[in-house]
């Protein structure tokens, strides 16, 4: 349950981000193409908050207050977000955006290929399902990395910038919870320490294609997947629950 | 089936997209199983709704409409049918071999046939178009932008 929450949790935070461009985008089509991924995400989350629901309502033997994609998304605090550090960070300029997307979409891309064998029939659908919008986001950002960094002294400069202040937070991606160590023996979840090789050299790969020097630091900050977060995830989780908290259960 | 369009592309149905796995019959209960085209695609939620008003119509007493999502939609369920019907409207339908399923970057572009002049000349604009199952072209032809329904 933990892990489905993780992974729900990473999907719908860097969605909820990202939308924060439509309307705002460099030019139409770059506005778009960010919407759409955040589509993409929104759309893989619903798929992880249904199942988790579906977990959470079987463990319990009680009919009022059933779980749903809703209530999981929109009534949880801060504290129980499960998000990795990384998609929580303010949306930053086009460079910050561009390149946390093609940090995390090279991660998702690894990890959803392992995870449709995965001995969960319902972590695999949803991997196998969402594989190839993944395969869509990674050339589509990594396209715009190469584009900024071996670009004009202006872009080089942002996007070296947005490296330097990112770099930090990717340790979360190659380092398992505890929650995922506890699910290996049983394949259910995927390793990530076996993702760490391929995902630093597809990183390797582009950023020397962009003229980009490989950060040296090696600290990482973590905790986010243990549910200590940064300042941040609190303003963007009163931003989407707002409506919800003030006026529950509201449709449109 | 045929009778329900998909909202976005209303040429098309249901049958069109290849987005009907199995149907089952018991009585006059009926379960059709869907799959999503894509994980976030807002049009499922109408498509089953429009697949539950039209079978309650036909006097079907009790319809379930399942959604599964393994094995994962492909543009290669598509009919050769709905692609043309697709190429009438003005969308230039997904290519019948697929070539977006890798990471590598800057690769070709594919060969994309204008729908309004038929010429091959055309150029990708964006990935992403006005949904997501569409990218953005423009043929050095004829000048016309028009839809591709991408490879998926």
């Given at each position: 349950l933990n892990y489905t929450l993780h992974l729900a949790d990473n999907a719908l935070i860097l969605g909820q981000r990202n939308a924060e461009w439509t309307g705002h985008g460099p030019v139409l089509e770059q506005d778009i193409a960010i919407s759409n991924i955040s589509l993409d995400l929104i759309g893989q989350a619903r798929n992880f908050y249904q199942y988790a629901a579906t977990l959470i309502n079987q463990s319990t033997s009680q009919s009022l207050n059933r779980s749903t994609e809703d209530t999981l998304a929109y009534l949880r605090n801060e504290k129980e977000f499960k998000n990795c550090l990384l998609v929580e960070l303010k949306k930053g300029d086009w460079a910050f955006t561009v390149l946390r997307q093609f940090l995390f979409s090279t991660y998702q891309f690894y990890l959803y290929q392992q995870l449709?064998?995965?001995?969960?029939a319902m972590l695999a659908a949803i991997a196998e399902k969402s594989l190839k919008e993944v395969t869509y986001h990674v050339r589509w950002s990594a396209e715009w990395v190469i584009r900024l960094g071996d670009g004009t002294t202006e872009s080089n400069r942002r996007i070296t910038g947005a490296l330097h202040d990112l770099w930090p937070y990717t340790g979360e991606l190659t380092g398992n919870a505890g929650y995922e160590t506890a699910l290996l023996a049983e394949n259910?979840?995927?390793?990530l320490t076996t993702l760490k090789e391929l995902w630093m050299d597809k990183i390797k790969e582009v950023l020397h294609e962009a003229t980009l020097e490989l950060p040296q630091n090696q600290w990482m900050q973590t905790g986010g997947k243990e549910?200590?977060?940064?300042?941040h995830l609190g303003f963007i989780l009163a931003e989407m629950q707002y409506l919800q908290r003030t006026y529950p259960g509201v449709e449109w | 089936m045929e009778q329900v369009p998909d909202p976005e592309v209303p040429v098309l149905s249901v049958i069109d997209l290849g987005i009907v796995r199995d149907v089952k019959i018991i009585g006059d209960e009926i379960e059709i199983i869907i799959t999503p085209t894509y994980s976030g695609c807002p049009a499922m939620d109408v498509i089953s709704m429009e697949i539950r008003m039209i079978l309650l119509e036909r006097g079907f007493k009790k319809v379930t409409v399942t959604s599964i999502l393994s094995p994962a939609w492909t543009t290669d369920w598509m009919s050769e049918a709905g692609k043309e019907k697709l190429r009438l409207y003005g969308i230039a339908p997904p290519n019948p071999v697929q070539t977006v399923c890798d990471i590598k970057l800057f690769a070709e572009d594919e060969a994309v046939q204008c729908p309004h002049c038929k010429s091959y000349n055309t150029k990708l604009v964006s990935q992403f178009g006005s949904t997501a199952c569409k990218s953005l072209y423009k043929c050095n032809n004829c000048l016309e932008p028009f839809d591709y329904f991408k490879c998926h």
């Open positions: 449709q064998k995965s001995a969960d259910l979840a995927v390793d549910g200590n977060h940064t300042e | -």
